[in-house]
């Protein structure tokens, strides 16, 4: 199993050895962004993490039960249809605990 806190040390090493891979930074992972919803509207992105209070996730499964419409429900439309490739909704415990079964049955996957 790897220590990840060893360090390498750079004593001794020529200028030629520096330029190896090892010693330069690598991005494993394109910038992630933090935008509201309101500034992501019209965009289209790989992947999307949606975050709510319970207020708010509840005011969206009451709407969509009811077949309502409300302001917090298009909030939540608009956020989760950014998503090119992937969606991870994040709820809030006290919320998912009562709305679970919704969740699933609207075609959700639990992780």
Not at 83 to 107: D, M, T, Y
């Amino acid at each position: 199993m790897p220590n990840f806190r060893q360090k390498i040390r750079k004593n001794g090493l020529s200028s030629n050895q520096l330029e190896l891979p090892l010693f330069q930074n690598e991005s494993l992972f394109s910038s992630i962004r933090q935008e509201t919803i309101h500034k992501v509207k019209g965009e289209s992105i790989d992947a999307v993490l949606v975050l709510g209070s319970t207020t708010f996730w509840n005011s969206v499964a009451k709407a969509v039960a009811k077949e309502e419409s409300c302001e917090d429900r298009r909030l939540a439309y608009v956020a989760m249809n950014r998503a090119r490739n992937l969606l991870v909704v994040s709820l809030p415990a006290p919320h998912f605990e009562k709305h679970a079964k919704n969740w699933i049955k609207w075609g959700f996957t639990v992780l």
